[in-house]
T-cell receptor
Framework: GENVEQHPSTLSVQEGDSAVIKCTYSDSASNYFPWYKQELGKRPQLIIDIRSNVGEKKDQRIAVTLNKTAKHFSLHITETQPEDSAVYFCAPAGNMLTFGGGTRLMVKP | GAGVSQTPSNKVTEKGKYVELRCDPISGHTALYWYRQSLGQGPEFLIYFQGTGAADDSGLPNDRFFAVRPEGSVSTLKIQRTERGDSAVYLC?????????????FGEGSRLTVL
């Protein structure tokens, strides 16, 4: 099965700074690379995704970069805001999503 | 409804009892997934349906766990002889993608507590 690791497990930044979370995976057949955000007590929600034929995708303050050769992809959040505080999960996928252990992001005002 | 609906939202049961958790996916979504999430961890895959059939049940931990989706819409996750280690939030998600993976829309989850 797929082995997924996220780093760091917790990340604390000052409001306005950037945050980067990295995800490594093992299955070379994975072809879909999403990031989910889960606020406390809420359901996970997709924030950005990328497919294997693309190296980078950006949506306003968030971006995802993919290095398929090295089997890792990263989430980049710029100009962080307190409402970005949440747990973020990567979930590389072939037929189904395998979630990482999560990264708790804390944005201090 | 507009989103994925799960019932019950909370279930407290005693060790050894039988439990059913229900998921009503977004109308028209052919793919349906069950995950479970323990505190401080990521969602753990259990089973995936494409239509009425289980396309991948490799995540079911043992034969006490079973899931059905008889008409290709609502799904029920069934847990027999519950154990304290089964306590978790059980998440259901649906997707419109058939044949390729795409965005999963999650329900609010069913929190199971086994005493």
């Amino acid at each position: 099965g797929e082995n997924v690791e996220q780093h760091p497990s917790t990340l604390s930044v000052q409001e306005g700074d950037s945050a980067v979370i990295k995800c490594t995976y093992s299955d070379s057949a994975s072809n879909y690379f999403p990031w989910y955000k889960q606020e406390l007590g809420k359901r996970p929600q997709l924030i950005i995704d990328i497919r294997s034929n693309v190296g980078e995708k950006k949506d306003q303050r968030i971006a995802v970069t993919l290095n398929k050769t090295a089997k890792h992809f990263s989430l980049h959040i710029t100009e962080t805001q307190p409402e970005d505080s949440a747990v973020y999960f990567c979930a590389p996928a072939g037929n189904m999503l395998t979630f990482g252990g999560g990264t708790r992001l804390m944005v201090k005002p | 409804g507009a989103g994925v609906s799960q019932t019950p939202s909370n279930k407290v049961t005693e060790k050894g009892k039988y439990v059913e958790l229900r998921c009503d996916p977004i109308s028209g979504h052919t793919a349906l997934y069950w995950y479970r999430q323990s505190l401080g961890q990521g969602p753990e895959f259990l089973i995936y349906f494409q239509g009425t059939g289980a396309a991948d049940d490799s995540g079911l931990p043992n034969d006490r766990f079973f899931a059905v989706r008889p008409e290709g819409s609502v799904s029920t996750l069934k847990i027999q002889r519950t154990e304290r280690g089964d306590s978790a939030v059980y998440l259901c998600a649906s997707s419109s993608n058939a044949g390729s993976t795409g965005e999963l829309f999650f329900g609010e989850g069913s929190r199971l507590t086994v005493l």
